[in-house]
């Protein structure tokens, strides 16, 4: 087994036994869901969120980028996981931040960070049920300059019709059938 689908697959069990909970809830999106799929009990879990990077730098090596980011809060530790990965493999790779709204104060920005304009940027998210905050991010760092090459979720609940229609290639780690739901 190559070591990209060793990790993969020690995520996915990472997912199902810490991230996976049963019972009613109401999701972002307003969507109501018989299970929540808590990933933040992986990408800020110091066993899992270093295979998130490396799962996801692998998993986006036909692309060609030098930053990531998202919407803030899912993205932030996905962005920074892959950072963390890139920098282990020699390459250098930026992360960004983009702001829900445009500060009022300091520099007054929405995406912080290193500079976006003019660069090739990967946005991406955690999970994603209609794609509209990684659209939302994708509009926020167009504004800012830069030429969004793709969109990359951990946990594909969705999306891929909505950000596919925006005409971005969608990667995804995992569908719900990977994780025994839906």
Do not use: C, W
């Amino acid at each position: 087994m190559s070591a990209f689908m060793n990790a993969r697959e020690t995520l996915l069990r990472q997912i199902q036994n810490k991230a996976v909970v049963h019972g009613k809830v109401t999701l972002s999106s307003g969507v109501e869901s018989d299970y929540y799929v808590d990933l933040r009990r992986i990408t800020l879990d110091g066993e899992a969120a270093p295979l998130v990077g490396e799962v996801l730098l692998e998993a986006t090596a036909h692309l060609e980028y030098d930053a990531v980011g998202g919407l803030t809060l899912g993205a932030d530790p996905v962005a920074a996981a892959m950072l963390h990965a890139a920098a282990a493999r020699g390459r250098r790779l930026d992360a960004f931040v983009v702001r829900k709204a445009q500060k009022v104060h300091g520099l007054q920005r929405r995406v912080e960070g290193p500079e976006v304009a003019g660069r090739r940027v990967l946005v991406v998210e955690d999970t994603s049920t209609t794609g509209s905050s990684a659209l939302e991010a994708v509009a926020a760092v167009r504004e800012a300059g830069a030429e969004v090459v793709a969109v990359a979720v951990i946990i594909e609940r969705g999306a891929a019709p909505a950000v596919e229609a925006a005409g971005l290639p969608y990667v995804q780690i995992y569908g719900l059938p990977e994780l025994g739901l839906g």
